[in-house]
């Protein structure tokens, strides 16, 4: 799979950013992160990786950790937050009894199939108080922020040919390599905990 999931790319720019931007987000900003992400096999039940790997026909496993740095703020008004992986665009999402979530739409080329998978970013993060606890609220300083990154690439890609980037959506029997699973999806999940930082502090 290239890389061209919103997770792995904003994880990938961010990991080579030696100088990091000002922040592009609207809103309070709450802080700057850095977080490390360990993929979760499908080894369980649960939330789980389910993508089939196949090396051989071009569908790479994603890396087993990964270290990327986010800026987050808060909207204006009640409920909302703004999400910005350091080197790539904000996103917005909800805030809901000091846990937020984010979902980004993309497409990524699936180089064992010859084509093209949607992918939905689903990011889950709670804040953690000085003593372990969950915080029922969102509120500063934020000393730690877990939780997961979810992306589940589908077949679904009509929206991704429309726009151009493929000439085949990854059906279950497209070929070698897809590892979509029977019902044409997939999922690639990460656990995250985040702490206050950017590179080089």
Request: glycine fraction near 14%.
């Amino acid at each position: 799979m290239r890389r061209t999931a919103a997770l792995v790319v904003g994880m990938m720019l961010a990991a080579c950013t030696n100088s990091p931007a000002p922040p592009s987000l609207p809103g309070t900003l709450l802080g700057a992160f850095q977080f490390t992400a360990t993929l979760v096999p499908e080894n369980g039940s649960g939330l789980q990786t389910t993508c089939q790997f196949d090396p051989d026909a071009g569908f790479t496993a994603p890396p087993s950790t990964l270290t990327f740095y986010a800026y987050v703020s808060e909207a204006p008004g009640a409920g909302g937050i703004y999400w910005e992986i350091l080197g790539g665009p904000y996103e917005d999402g909800g805030l809901t009894k000091g846990t937020l979530t984010v979902n980004v739409t993309s497409c990524a080329p699936i180089t064992g199939c010859g084509c093209v998978a949607s992918v939905t970013e689903q990011i889950v993060l709670a804040q953690v108080l000085d003593g372990g606890a969950l915080a029922p609220q969102l509120a500063a300083p934020i000393l730690q922020l877990t939780g997961w990154i979810d992306d589940t690439l589908s077949s679904e890609a009509s929206a991704c040919l429309d726009a151009g980037l493929g000439q085949l959506a990854c059906l279950a029997d497209a070929g070698p390599g897809c590892g979509l699973g029977a019902d044409g999806t997939c999922d690639i999940v990460y656990t995250v905990v985040g702490v206050p930082g950017l590179p080089g502090s």
